[in-house]
Every structure is written in structure tokens, then in C-alpha cells.
């Protein structure tokens, strides 16, 4: 058996990253299966299939296998396909086998099985409903006495239970719990019936909180206790018997408000989160479970677990070693996205307004800042203390290996084994990162920031996080001294009514805060940092359209008071600072156009020469200008001189994808420029780029608070300062901004204008009281300012172009409310916010 387990050791590595064994012991504890290998399992399947021709004696075999594969890949990777492909391979199987035949019986739980999960997935009742019909065929062919009967009984048990938790009919429920009763009867209490007596235990507790009859809760509790006390420490089912306790002590308290049992399930949450024989996804989804039922019910635990579940996460990307790969493991926590705004809330509710700011940033920033927490310190700790970064290195890989096999293994012996040597390796692990930390410079190595850090990103102006939790909404506003301060909103309900009347309902509190309490004189810069619902809005250009109470002229907008920059994080900021006092070079700049309608989807951009032609004129003639455009404007040109040019000007089409984000993009000639293209590059000049295109600065439409978009990920890539856009943008009076944008930003060229990159934001703010008369409002809000800007006090600089009117004494005309919603909803500019209920996962063990 040991021999085998090593054959498949040395299988593994031969696999692509992702790839997973899952090694499970037959009748004999000797057959050994491999459970899923992504597509390399799959086309040896196919490869199967096809050589075996219809009718042969193995088709049968060779269907089955591939459709095992194919729901193996779907648990790895959900794809919605794969599912419905392996459910049409099962009922071919099925079709080959009429009853009476051998294997029979192994068809229809093969087909039930795959539907049930199919069910879990999309709520089909009639792909439930015969599920059971087809459990209840093979209970049939499986007479008392028959060796298979205690597994169907189990199976077509679990499918009653599903359909019950959906369904909630009283028959279903009543016919699982004598199920699980007949199945434990009729067996020992080995490795299989100890996963019915789990969901007999659950069955129980649903009882019990449908009739509330105390024999059910102690009968389920009494069980599960009973299971643990036949358990050795490190045994994979003591997991499981946490979690089910767990349930039944959240259910007599939900019932009989007893305090001890919430305590009694809390601790068995902490339990089940920790047990060292589950992986990172396995005890993430227990943490997050354990957010949602102490959130319902008020606990304090919920700060511990918010602060759990982001810890695990962290360690679950930190073993992936690509961007690619970090991506897609992220893409499996898909129901982690509202996590962050949801623990800030839950910090503000416990009045802890720093730890809100620190969990808000570590679950908000995850995508961006991760790569930047994990990988830099380990980069500097090899130029200090080269042994020690590889001897980190290494143990890190080993962990990361060794928790994974344990994971997968299922004999009871080969884990043991395992997490023996997991352990020690984890012992080992602990010691070097205590080693680190013991150094002065690398106390917080792997940390994520605390407060006390992230208050630097306010030195140069406050910054403002919006929280749009599904609890509540709140703001925090970030000062560089003193405790952060708060301030409420409406209720999300009532938000997502008024929400389109952003400077009532949302930008004025704030400003009465920055006003009347901070003291902050006007024009002084301030950041936001939206999470959620929030990063759709463009709360920059938010504008109470009213006359003063006396009379004297009309009350001003945001921008007349305060210049406004965004950011993705407080981590990006505080880096953006940090990398541009490091990295000053000299400027060069180079412009980046394509227009053409052969280059992509759109209409062609017929203004992009004219609005180069004027750039061009702009910029001071001791600046490196060049040019990259046509045929040269390709996705290998465009990278290139990201990378050799300090400031970009970007003008093509623009597209952000809303369900897969990082495969937003720039319109190239030849190829799409992606906003993974970007990332993966090291751009050690960057300081400031203009995006002339589409959707460059909206957040992903499902995962909102992760900011995920194309101007967030040059940030991130190294640039400190960025023009974005919000919406569509209108080339044709674009133009007129960009002119007005640069002639701020440079100044006057006959009086010694340079390339002046950290006036970006306050040239911005200029340039949008200055073409008031010449661009339309929803085309002034597209553009924004993210990123950082080093100014000592503000000075208006005269723009070559020839604007006459001071810039901040333009004042809107005749634009009521109406106007400003019409204007929001122009290029269906997203603001209103779905609430729905966090799903709590499923995390019961189903039959083999």
C-alpha cells in the first residue's frame, strides 16, 4: 500500500499546478483511484472512450470513468458544464445497463449522486426528485443482507435530506432519519457508518427544530460526543464531529437561549477551524460559516472569525506561486467577496474603529496587496538574511505540500502518517517565522498592516473608506494622528432608494466632518476609498445643485471644496509614496494609441490624432517624447514601453470584464493588453499614466470591494498616479479635456512648464471647472484621479490653452436633481445595490 502511495507521489508532480490526487482505499486497502486531474485525467478518459467502440463490454466502464472525471474536475474548478456533461455520460451508462444486469445498481447512484449535486448547485427539484426515485430502484436490487444495501441506504438518505433542507416536507425528513437508523444497524461504526451517524445526528437536529422534542437534540449531541470519544486526536473525522456538534448545540440554543451552548458551539467552530487534518478550503468555509451564525445571533466571536477566515485565505494564495493561479484559487471563495466591508461593519458595531480599518484593508486589498505583503518582505529578508529567506522558502513549500497530501489521503494509517510529518513540518515552519520576527526590521514578516501603519496614507490629506456592508453603512475617515473617526449613513435599505442623491445622502455628512469638526481648508486633497456599492458611484463629483440660504450664489460641489483622489487600498497608497520618493528619475513619456475600428470591437476613435497632436504640443521639449501607434501599437509594443517610459498616454478602447476581471483590457492591433498582461510585469520607472479609454476605473460588478480594474492594476503595478475613466468615454469631446488636463499639469511652456506629474489630481480638478462650458456633466464625472500626489500647498499654474475664468469660479447652470440622476444613469452607470441573505455553506459529508 506504501509502495503504491509513493507511485503516486511521484505521479503528482508530472500533473500542471492545480492538479490534485485523491487517493481512496478499496475493499482490499489496496485499490487506489485517482479522484480528478483537471484536464490531464479528463483527455485520458476521452482518449478511452474513443478507442472503445459502441457495444464493446468496457464502453460502460470507459463512459463512467470519464464522467467520474468530469465531476471531479467540477468540485476542482465549477465548471456548470462539466456537471451537466457527466449526468448525460451517467444516463448512457444507465441506458447500457437495463435492470437486472451487473452494475446496475451502480448506475443509478452514479446518476443519482451526480444530480444531487447538480441540485445543491441550482435549486433543480426535478433533477431531486428523481434523484431519490433512482436511489429508491437501487434500494431495491439491495434485499436485507445484501453487501451494498447499508451504502444505498446512505445515499438515497442524503438525497431526502437535500430535498428537505429545500422543501422542508416532514414525510422526507421523517424517512431520513429511519434510513440512517436502519444503515447504523447494520454495520459497525467504521470509517463509511460513521458518516451515517453524522447525518443521522443532522436529521435530529432538524427535527428537533421542527416538533422541539428534547429526545432529537440530545439523542443527535449524544451521538456526535460518542464519536469523538472513539476518535485518536488526529483522526479526519473528528472534523466532521465538531462540525455536527456544533449544529446541535446551535440548535438547542436557537430553541431554549441556553448561553452555555452558544459557548459549547462557538468552541466547537474554533475547533473544526483549526483541526489540523483539513486544508485551507475546508477551513475557510467552516470560518466563514461561523461569521454568518454569529453575525445572526449577535456573538462577539465574529470579529475572531472574520480575523480567521482572512488569515486562512492569506495562507491559501501564499501557496500559489503565479498571479494566474492565485486568481483562480481565489475564484473558488467566490462568497468571501462582501467579507471585508461585512467584518469592518462588525468592528464598528463592537466600537473597534481601528481593527475595522485593519480587517477592512486586509480583506478589501487581498487581490491587490497580497503579492506586495508576501512576496516583498521575503525579497528584502534574502537581501539581509539570505539563509534564512531559503530556509523559509523551503519549509513554506514543504508545508504547503505536506498539507495538502494529508488532506486527500482516506486510510487511516497513510494519515496518520501524514499528519505526523505535517506537524512537524508546521513546528519547524512556526520557528523559522519566529526567527524572522525576532529581527527588529521584520517584526509584522507576514502580518498584514496594523492601524498605526496605514495611518500613513493621510499625511498628505485624510482618507475617507465607505463601507457598504450588508449589515449597515458606514463611514471612517483616516487622520495621520489620533483615533480614526466615524460617521453613520441611512440604512441599506433606505440607500439603495436614495443612493443616486450622492452628496445628501452620502458626501455631505462627510464634509460636515472635514468642515466643522477636522477643520480642513478648502481645496486641501483628500482620498476615498470605496468598498461595494460604493465603487460604482462617482462620489468626486458629488453636487448639492442648490442656491445658499441667503441668496448669495449656489452652495458648492464637492470639487469646489476639496480635491479628490481615489485608491483601491491604504496599503497601494502608502507604496505609491514610498515608490516615488524611491524611484525619481528622469521623465519620459510616451503616447500609446489605437484607434482604428480594425483593432477591436467599437467604433473607431477618429479624434485620437488630433487629441495626440495637442498632447504632443504640451509636453516641454527637454521630455523624451514618443510615439507608439498603427501597427507598432501591439500588445508586445505596448508592454514594452510601459515598462522604459515614466509617464503613458493611453488612447484605444477600453473594456472591463465583469465576471472574469483580470481579463480586463486595452484594444491592441494584435492582441487584447490584459489587465494580467499588466500585473505580471515589473515596471521600476512608472509614475503616471492617462487612460483615454472605456471602463479603466470601475469596479468588477460581482466582487465590487475587490476594486478589481484596469487603473487599480497599474497601481499596482508601480504607477502613482492615474487618470481613469468610470464609464464610456466620448472621444470627440474628450479632447477638450485632455488639452485642459495637461495644460495644468505642465504649465506654460514659454515660462519653463515641466512634466509635473504630482499635480495629476489638483490639474484634474482644474481641468473639470474649466471645460464646464464645453463638455457635457456625465462626461466631466467619467474622469478620475487615483493614486498618490506630493504637493507642498496649492498653486495654480496658467494653462497654455486659453481658458480666461478663474477655474474655481465656474458654477453649473440651472441643474436640478433630476439632472444630476439623469446624468448618473448615462452608460447605465451601476448604483443601485442587490441585498440578499450570505449563503451559508454546505459543509456535510455526502456518501462515497
Known amino acids: 500500500m506504501h509502495e503504491a502511495a509513493q507511485l503516486y507521489r511521484e505521479l503528482l508532480p508530472l500533473c500542471p499546478e492545480g492538479t490534485y490526487l485523491s487517493i481512496a482505499a478499496g475493499k482490499n486497502g489496496v485499490d487506489y483511484m485517482i479522484g480528478g486531474c483537471n484536464e490531464f485525467l479528463e483527455d485520458a ?62 448506475s443509478l ?17 426535478d433533477g431531486i426528485t428523481r434523484a431519490i426515485s433512482l436511489h429508491h430502484e437501487a434500494l431495491a436490487l439491495h434485499p436485507p443482507g445484501h453487501s451494498h444495501r447499508a451504502i444505498t441506504l446512505n445515499t438515497l438518505a442524503v438525497a431526502l435530506k437535500t430535498k428537505y433542507d429545500k422543501s422542508h416536507v416532514s414525510e422526507d425528513l421523517n424517512e431520513t432519519i429511519n434510513l440512517n437508523r436502519e444503515c447504523l444497524r447494520s454495520k459497525q461504526l467504521d470509517y463509511p457508518q460513521r458518516r451515517n451517524l453524522f447525518n443521522l445526528s443532522s436529521a435530529l437536529c432538524a427535527h428537533f427544530m421542527e416538533t422541539q422534542k428534547n429526545e432529537d437534540i440530545k439523542e443527535a449531541i449524544t ?82 472569525a472574520y480575523s480567521m477566515c482572512f488569515d486562512l485565505l492569506d495562507g491559501h494564495l501564499a501557496t500559489r506561486s503565479s498571479t494566474i493561479s492565485q486568481r483562480e484559487a481565489a475564484a473558488a471563495f467566490y462568497y468571501t467577496r462582501s467579507l471585508s466591508v461585512d467584518a469592518a ?88 517565522v519566529a526567527r524572522i520576527c525576532g529581527l527588529l526590521v521584520f517584526s509584522r514578516f507576514l502580518l498584514p498592516p496594523a492601524y498605526e501603519d496605514l495611518q500613513a496614507a493621510a499625511r498628505q490629506g485624510p482618507v475617507i473608506i465607505l463601507i457598504a456592508s450588508q449589515y449597515s453603512c458606514s ?54 476609498c470605496p468598498t461595494a456599492a460604493f465603487t460604482s458611484i462617482p462620489l468626486h463629483a458629488a453636487h448639492p445643485f442648490q442656491t445658499k440660504a441667503d441668496h448669495s450664489g449656489k452652495e458648492p460641489c464637492l470639487e469646489d471644496l476639496y480635491i479628490c483622489s481615489y485608491t483601491p487600498t491604504l496599503s497601494a497608497l502608502i507604496r505609491s509614496r514610498w515608490l516615488m ?88 492591433r494584435d492582441e487584447h493588453l490584459t489587465l494580467l498582461n499588466i500585473m505580471e510585469k515589473h515596471i521600476p520607472q512608472a509614475e503616471f499614466a492617462f487612460l483615454s479609454a472605456c471602463h479603466t476605473a470601475v469596479g468588477d460588478e460581482e466582487t465590487p470591494d475587490k476594486v478589481i480594474h484596469l487603473a487599480a492594476g497599474l497601481q499596482f503595478s508601480g504607477f502613482k498616479s492615474i487618470i481613469g475613466t468610470l464609464w464610456e468615454v466620448d472621444d470627440s469631446v474628450a479632447k477638450h479635456i485632455v488639452e485642459a488636463f495637461y495644460g495644468y499639469m505642465i504649465g506654460d511652456l514659454q515660462k519653463g512648464g515641466v512634466m509635473d506629474c504630482t499635480r495629476a489630481a489638483w490639474a484634474l480638478n482644474c481641468a473639470m471647472h474649466a471645460v464646464k462650458t464645453k463638455v457635457p456633466l456625465e462626461q466631466r464625472t467619467v474622469f478620475v484621479h487615483i493614486g498618490t500626489q506630493i504637493v507642498v500647498g496649492v498653486r495654480l499654474v496658467k494653462p497654455t490653452c486659453a481658458f ?9 447652470p440651472r441643474l436640478t436633481t433630476t439632472d444630476v440622476i439623469n446624468a448618473l444613469m448615462i452608460q447605465n452607470v451601476r448604483i443601485l445595490v442587490k441585498c440578499s441573505a450570505p449563503p451559508r455553506l454546505a459543509l456535510k459529508p455526502t456518501s462515497r
Not at 447512484?109 to 427539484?125: E, H, P, W
Not at 478550503?281 to 467552516?286: D, G, L, R, S, V
Not at 508586445?636 to 483590457?665: F, I, M, R, W
Open 345 to 432: 461593519s462588525c468592528a464598528i458595531c463592537h466600537v473597534n474603529l481601528q481593527w475595522a480599518v485593519e480587517l477592512v484593508e486586509q480583506g478589501h486589498g487581498q487581490q491587490w496587496s497580497l503579492a506586495y505583503q508576501l512576496r516583498t518582505p521575503v525579497e528584502d529578508l534574502e537581501s539581509t538574511n539570505p539563509k534564512l529567506a531559503c530556509n523559509y522558502l523551503e519549509l513554506s513549500k514543504r508545508v504547503s505540500n505536506a498539507a495538502q497530501s494529508s488532506a486527500t489521503i482516506t486510510d487511516r494509517a497513510a494519515a496518520d502518517l501524514e499528519a505526523v510529518e505535517y506537524r512537524r513540518l508546521t513546528r519547524q515552519w512556526e520557528a523559522a
Open 581 to 668: 520618493k524611491k524611484c525619481r528619475v528622469l521623465p519620459s513619456f510616451v503616447a500609446i494609441r489605437q484607434g482604428q475600428l480594425g483593432a477591436g470591437k467599437g467604433k473607431a476613435l477618429l479624434a485620437v490624432d488630433s487629441k495626440l497632436e495637442l498632447v504632443h504640443k504640451l509636453v516641454p521639449a527637454m521630455v523624451n517624447c514618443t510615439t507608439i501607434s498603427g501597427n507598432e501599437a501591439t500588445r508586445a509594443g505596448a508592454l514594452e514601453a510601459l515598462q522604459q517610459n515614466t509617464c503613458v498616454h493611453l488612447t484605444c478602447h477600453g473594456k472591463q470584464d465583469p465576471e472574469q476581471p483580470y481579463d480586463s483590457h486595452f484594444v491592441m
Open 804 to 812: 480666461k475664468l478663474h477655474p474655481f469660479c465656474l458654477i453649473e
Open 223 to 304: 451521538l456526535c460526543q460518542q464519536s469523538l470519544a472513539a476518535l485518536p486526536p488526529l483522526h479526519l473525522d473528528r472534523y466532521f464531529s465538531y462540525l455536527w456538534l456544533q449544529e446541535a448545540y446551535l440548535a438547542r440554543y436557537q430553541i431554549l437561549r441556553g448561553p452555555a451552548d452558544l459557548s459549547l458551539a462557538i468552541q466547537n467552530f474554533r475547533l473544526a477551524s483549526g483541526h489540523p487534518t483539513q486544508g485551507f478550503p475546508e477551513h475557510i468555509k467552516t470560518t466563514y460559516n461561523w461569521t454568518i451564525d454569529a453575525e445572526q445571533l449577535g456573538d462577539v466571536s465574529a470579529l475572531e
Open 45 to 106: 478518459s476521452n482518449e478511452a472512450v474513443s478507442r472503445c467502440p459502441e457495444g464493446h463490454a468496457d464502453c460502460g466502464t470507459c463512459l463512467h470513468n470519464l464522467a467520474f472525471s468530469l465531476t471531479s474536475r467540477f468540485r476542482h474548478q465549477g465548471r456548470p458544464n462539466d456537471l451537466d456533461e457527466a449526468i448525460s455520460l451517467h444516463e448512457e451508462v444507465l441506458h447500457l445497463c437495463p435492470v437486472g444486469r451487473k452494475y446496475c445498481d451502480c
Open 109 to 125: 447512484n452514479s446518476v443519482g449522486l451526480t444530480l444531487i449535486i447538480r441540485f445543491n448547485q441550482r435549486g433543480d427539484i
Open 475 to 528: 463611514t471612517i475617515i483616516i487622520l495621520t494622528s489620533g483615533d480614526p473617526r466615524h460617521g453613520n449613513m441611512k440604512s441599506r435599505t433606505d440607500l439603495i432608494v436614495l443612493l443616486r442623491i450622492i452628496w445628501d445622502q452620502i458626501m455631505l455628512p462627510i464634509v460636515d466632518v472635514l468642515e466643522h469638526i477636522l477643520k480642513l481648508q478648502h481645496l486641501s486633497r483628500i482620498w476615498l
